[in-house]
């Protein structure tokens, strides 16, 4: 690398932590307009190779899928065709035992096409997200909601 150069972005996904994954993973698909990762062609294949036990995978909407871990993609971004991941903007759901217990340290905001904010929080209420708090200040205005399972995001 010489001194000029700069080393190549890094590539992310942002994990969230959920009681029910695919729940999750439905709801923020449909939230933000995003595709369900399907992962089956790669699961079948270690299920036959025996890399993986049944017990580990259950069936999402008429596909084998991780028991675990749920993923939603950006549509115009790439996948790797063989697994099924997204290479680009994804949001990763991973069970965890525990309930969410406090506030979010991160959140997303959803940005509702402009003079459409109402239009846009009355479609994700209709989804099961709930408003917190309408939210008036000098820099804009906003909307606090939270997801099925009371993660914190705003619209704006």
């Known amino acids: 690398m010489t001194s000029t150069s700069r ?30 990762e399907d992962n089956s062609a790669l699961i079948e294949k270690l299920l036959g190779f025996g890399a993986v036990p049944p017990e580990l995978t259950v069936e999402s909407h008429g596909r084998r899928a991780w028991r675990d871990l749920a ?3 950006h549509p115009d971004d790439p996948f790797q065709e063989e697994s099924g991941t997204g290479l680009g903007r994804r949001l990763l759901f991973q069970r965890v035992p525990e309930a969410k217990t406090v506030k979010n340290r991160v959140h997303l905001d ?8 109402e239009e846009e929080v009355a479609r994700l209420e209709a989804l099961g997200a709930s408003v917190q708090r309408q939210v008036k200040e000098a820099g804009g205005e906003w909307v606090v909601m939270t997801d099925p399972e009371g993660n914190e995001f705003c619209v704006h």
Request: cysteine-free; glycine content about 2%; overall charge neutral.
């Open 71 to 73: 993923a939603v993609r």
């Open 7 to 36: 080393p190549a972005p890094l590539h992310f996904k942002i994990v969230i932590d959920a009681a029910a994954p695919h729940a999750q993973a439905d709801f923020w698909a449909a939230t933000l307009h995003y595709e369900l």
């Open 110 to 117: 959803v940005h509702a096409p402009e003079g459409r904010r």
